[in-house]
Every structure is written in C-alpha cells, then in structure tokens.
C-alpha cells in the first residue's frame, strides 16, 4: 500500500518498523552514535554527524511528516526551540503577528526577540472577523495562530487566516499542541507550517521535553533544516526514541481523554460553584461551530473558573487527589494548572487580563484515568470550597 494512503493510526504504529538496514529488527533500534563511518574522503553519506542528521531523530521526524502530511519535519529539543527555529525564517524587517493570548513562554520569547529586533511583532486578536481584518493592516511576513489557544480554548479559524496571510505572501505557521494531528491537520487548512511542543500528547507520558516542526513544502523544509543544524536545536537520540515509542498510542489515548474532558466538562458547566467552562466541545463555546468544522474532536484540555477568588482555587486544587498541580500537559495522568501564577505569569497582570487568564481559572488536561473516579475526585474538592 502507498504511504500516502495510511491512516493516520496505521502511520504511528508502522514508522520506521523493520528497516532492513537494522538486523530487521522490528522496532528500530535507538541510535545514539554522535558519528558515523565514512566510505572515503570526498563521499558524502546519509550519517555523518548526529546534530546534522541521527537515524532514531529521522524515524520520528518522518512519522511527524506522515501525520501532519507535510513535505517533512525537523525534530527539535522542545516546543520552544520549534518556535525559536521556526522565527529564523524572519528578517529584522519583517512583521510577525501573533495572538495577544498565546502561551505565556512564546509570548515573552516573540517579545524579548522583537525588542531585540529579530522582526517586528504585533499581538492581534484572531477570534472575530473585526479583529482579523485589523490584524492584517499592515501586510505580515508571517502569521502564528494557536488553536485552540492556552489557557481558555478560544478557536481562530485556520483556513481563514491561513487564505489572507496567502493573499498577501505571508507564511501561515501553527502551533498545534493542544490538539496533536490526531484531531487537527492545519497543512490540509491551508497553514504552510506546524509546530509541536511533544512534550504534550505526542509522547504522552511527561517524561520527555521536545519539539517539532512540519512544513509543507521541500523548500521550507530545506531553510528548517539548515538553521536546525546550524543554530543546535536539534533533539536528543532518545528523547526522539521515546516520542516514537509515545506516538504508537497517540489515538487510543487522544480518544480516551477527550472523551473523558467532555464528560467533565459536562459536568463542570451544570455545577453551582462553577462560573464558567471552556471547553470547546460545548454547545455554549463561542468557537464550538468554527472548532466542529476545523477539528476531528474537541480534545483533552478544558478550563473552569471558580466562583470565588484565587483563594478558592488554591482550596479546591488542595482538595484534589487524582488531578495533580503541575505545569505540563497531555500525558496520560491528569493534571491541573493555575496559569496565572504558573504558566502564563510571564505575560504581566495586564496582558493575562486582557487573555482572560483570571485567578480563579484551572485549566485541566484531562488522563487516561475512568471517567467515575475523575469526576468523583472534582466533585468531592467542589464539595469542598
Ligand atoms: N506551545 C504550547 C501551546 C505549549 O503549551 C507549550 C508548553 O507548555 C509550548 C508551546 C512550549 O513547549 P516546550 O515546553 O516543550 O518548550
């Protein structure tokens, strides 16, 4: 069967298994050579030197490709690194836009960049088709959208985006953390780049800190690759060894968790303590429509504000047994955030008020766990409050 024809399920399981060059071993063996042996002087080969090229990094970077359908991908040493590689496609000149509303780290990181001037970088809203059009006033060189965004699920319609930034010659990149290629493909919407933090539902077991990036085209791909190799962003031999070894289960377990998240969020909406939920898999969601159209399910990663104060908060997560306070997510354990005094405290009071991120808002990333004992546990630290 052609490759490109595999379902994404088939894609993951298959990668890299039986190559010939390895015993045939079934699985591919880890390969943490930093060198290789050379035929002769003046003959290149595939391996030379693991930052340029590594076999085990090139069996995840082509899995990556297959499942975003891309041109191909380069598999960097986290989330961060993928955006800081991805920026190196920018001159000082060269304006980036960005939602005002991103994860708090990229936020600091384009800011510090810009001041620094990398490129030029506006915050815009990409949420409404007012803020769209006021986004695009001064033509972009390239556009970031992350969909659904962190911490409250606001959805920006890729294909919209990504057709404007065309228009005017911009490259389309997104950060598709929050959902993986099992629920939204943004090369098939029209984006030209996407970015993963693996360290989420890629490998899915918080042991492992990384990054990629798939483009869709070779000349793209070509210019990645280059500042990958050049600049060290590179990840680690085992760290891609062991997103392979995640990646094989990625549907079952993004299956298992959304189903578990909506339950809950089902929950959570209903609840007298409850002031608000965001999840956008929720009829009630302002991007519910937009996310059904775009999205193959609505994932694993919800937020809710309490009634109360940022008191009530600490008192509910102190409640909690099986949802652990912790900053990462998309493993198969469930966690719990509290982004203004964790992830998103880099943005500054101001910038979080203006992204919704109040004091009484968790954002949960939903595990694997039964569904009975996690909403059981929310339910009982609810109670509690
Ligand atoms: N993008 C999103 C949406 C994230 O949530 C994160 C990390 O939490 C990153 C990027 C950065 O990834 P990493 O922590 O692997 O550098």
New binding site residues.
């Given amino acids: 069967m052609d490759k490109k024809n595999r379902k994404r399920r088939t894609c993951v399981v298959q990668a890299g298994l039986g190559d010939p060059v390895n015993y045939r071993a079934v699985i591919p063996p880890l390969c943490l050579s930093s060198t290789f042996q050379m035929d002769e002087i003046g003959k290149k080969a595939v391996h030379e030197y693991s930052r340029t090229r590594n076999p085990t990094r090139d069996h995840l970077a082509q899995a990556m490709a297959e499942i975003e359908k891309g041109y191909g991908a380069c598999v960097t ?7 800081t590689l991805i920026v190196h496609l920018l001159n000082p000149e060269d304006l980036l836009i960005a939602p005002y509303d ?2 708090g ?2 936020y600091r990181m384009l800011s510090a960049l810009a001041e620094k001037k990398h490129f030029r970088l506006k915050f815009v809203d990409q949420y409404s088709a007012k803020g769209i059009e006021e986004a695009f006033s001064e033509t972009p060189k390239m556009v970031l959208i ?1 969909t659904p ?2 911490p409250v699920m606001r959805i920006a319609d890729i294909k919209a985006i990504a057709a404007k930034a065309k228009a005017c010659g911009a490259l389309t990149v997104v ?1 598709n ?2 959902l993986s290629p099992m629920l939204q493909q943004p090369l098939t919407l029209g984006a030209d780049i996407v ?6 539902f890629l490998n899915g077991h918080s042991d492992v ?3 990629c990036v798939v483009t869709n085209t070779k000349e793209l791909w070509d210019q990645l690759d280059f500042w990958a190799n050049s600049l060290g962003l590179i990840g680690a031999p085992f760290d891609s060894y062991l997103t392979l070894r995640g990646l094989r289960t990625l549907e079952l377990r993004v299956h298992r968790a959304q189903e578990n998240a909506l339950a809950i969020a089902q929950m959570l909406e209903s609840h007298p303590k409850v002031s608000k939920v965001y999840y956008p898999g929720l009829p009630s969601h302002a991007g519910h429509t937009i996310a059904a159209s775009q999205q193959e399910g609505f994932g694993a990663m919800l937020s809710v504000e309490l009634k109360g104060d940022q008191d009530t908060a600490r008192r509910f997560v102190a409640a909690l047994n099986l949802f652990r306070l912790a ?3 998309g493993g198969t354990e469930s966690l719990i955030n509290h982004p203004a005094s964790m ?1 998103h405290v880099s943005m500054g009071p101001e910038a979080r008020e203006k992204a919704g991120v109040t004091d009484q808002l968790l954002r949960l990333s939903v595990g694997i766990e039964h569904i009975e004992d996690l909403l059981s546990d929310l339910r009982g630290a609810l109670a509690a409050v």
């Fill in positions: 040493a986290s989330g961060m690194a993928a955006l991103c994860y780290r990229s992350e965004s962190n950060d953390t929050f970015y993963h933090s693996t360290t989420k800190v990384g990054g900053q990462s997510l992830t």
